[in-house]
């Protein structure tokens, strides 16, 4: 029986595309709360839009 120690395992390398998996990762992430915000109702008032100064060309 020999005494020394025994090598320790070499931790598993880091994955090549792990930047793209993160990007990846919170793009889905932004998509599903974007939906999520659309589909229960998004904002309370809605956006109001300038008025239009000019008077209208044609009215009826």
């Known amino acids: ?14 994955d090549r595309g792990h930047p793209a ?14 939906l999520a915000y659309v589909l229960l109702g998004g904002p309370d008032d809605p956006v109001e839009l300038p008025a239009d100064d000019r008077p209208n060309a044609v009215q009826g």
Do not use: D, F, G, K
């Open 1 to 14: 029986m020999t005494t020394e120690p025994r090598p320790r395992p070499r931790p598993p390398a880091r």
């Open 21 to 34: 998996t993160v990007l990846a990762a919170l793009l889905l992430a932004a998509s599903a709360a974007t």
